[in-house]
């Protein structure tokens, strides 16, 4: 019975846990590019590198409040500073949306037109990343660590395995929450949010309609800043902060978009959580799990590790080749690409 409580509290502090936090945060950057998707019809390559800006904005407003003495107790004060990066990564994506973007919808261009264009703002916004903030990691998470630590769960419950809860895990979990609850009753109660979503459906019979398209696109970006925004910050809390790997969280988002259904908000959050535990699962090194649960002759002598945890992207990549293979328009059937 021991073994079996020791092999479970070791899924959680290595698979459960981690996988729910990563989904959460991949959730709400795969609605971000599945609004994109559905409303504005184009796929936006500058996605991470927009939740790289709005999470950079926000340490810069965290490092600025700490500096102040203002803190949120044993909370990180990240949180308080996310409303400035939101509106600051708003205000960016609105200008880029009115630079770029605006002549290219007026001109009624084909979507990979848009999805090519998104690409040349993608190394726009690389440059004022890296510019802005450099390349190396940047850790600003402050205040309780831990809500169940290690050394203390191994003394209360005296077994082998000890179980780790942090603090920034449960804030990604509840904030995720939050924040999918506020999108979706948007959408489903408010005007604006239904005039989102007819425009979503049929953008000629909506303009007929009297609905204002160019209210529609500014509101969808700034729903999509407060989205990614949110995700950065959440994940750079959660890990680290670093440019680079914000770039590379473009595929995994755009993968828990496609898995999901694109254009459709509950597939995305579905897909994120898909791809999160499919990554932490097979790059996951099972052998510590499988020895407490095996006899002695059968425990393994290896890792157990289907793959490294330096290809977990390759995860991703592979389960979108196949969905784009088998099912296009994913678990709930969203467009196809």
Do not use: C
């Not at 102040?68 to 400035?84: C, E, S």
């Not at 925004?229 to 890990?239: I, P, Q, S």
């Amino acid at each position: 019975m021991t073994d079996i409580l020791n092999a479970l509290v070791a899924l959680l502090n290595f698979i459960i846990i981690p996988a729910t936090a990563y989904g959460a945060q991949l959730a709400l950057g795969a609605l971000g590019a599945t609004l994109i998707y559905g409303i504005l019809r184009f796929s936006h390559f500058g996605h991470g590198d927009n939740m790289a800006f709005g999470t950079m904005v926000t340490i810069g407003f965290t490092n600025l409040l700490i500096g102040l003495g203002v803190t949120f107790g044993p909370l990180p004060t990240a949180l308080l500073a996310l409303p400035f990066g939101i509106i600051a990564t708003a205000l960016l994506m609105l200008a880029m949306d009115r630079a770029v973007f605006r002549f290219y919808r007026r001109k009624r261009a084909a979507p990979v037109v848009l999805t090519m264009v998104s690409l040349g703002v993608m190394f726009i916004m690389n440059f004022i990343v890296r510019f802005g903030i450099g390349v190396d990691d940047v850790l600003f998470a402050d205040g309780q660590r831990f809500i169940i630590a290690a050394r203390e769960f191994k003394a209360w419950s005296g077994l082998d395995e000890a179980l780790s809860l942090r603090t920034t895990q449960v804030i990604t979990v509840v904030t995720a929450a939050i924040a999918v609850a506020l999108l979706f009753w948007f959408l489903n109660r408010t005007r604006t949010g239904k005039s989102l979503r007819a425009f979503s459906d049929n953008e000629d019979l909506a303009l007929l309609s009297g609905i204002n398209p160019e209210r529609v696109v500014m509101v969808t970006w700034i729903i999509v800043a407060a989205l990614t925004t949110t995700a950065g910050v959440l994940y750079g809390l959660d890990k680290s902060f670093k440019a680079y790997t914000y770039f590379q969280l473009l595929l995994p988002m755009f993968a828990a978009a496609v898995v999901g259904g694109l254009g459709n908000p509950l597939g995305a959050i579905v897909g994120g959580f898909v791809i999160a535990f499919s990554e932490v699962v097979v790059t996951n090194a099972w052998k510590k799990i499988l020895t407490y649960l095996l006899p002695d002759q059968m425990a393994p002598s290896g890792l157990v590790q289907l793959l490294g945890t330096d290809y977990k992207f390759a995860v991703s990549f592979a389960i979108l080749i196949i969905v784009l293979l088998f099912r296009p328009t994913g678990i709930f059937k969203g467009k196809s690409v």
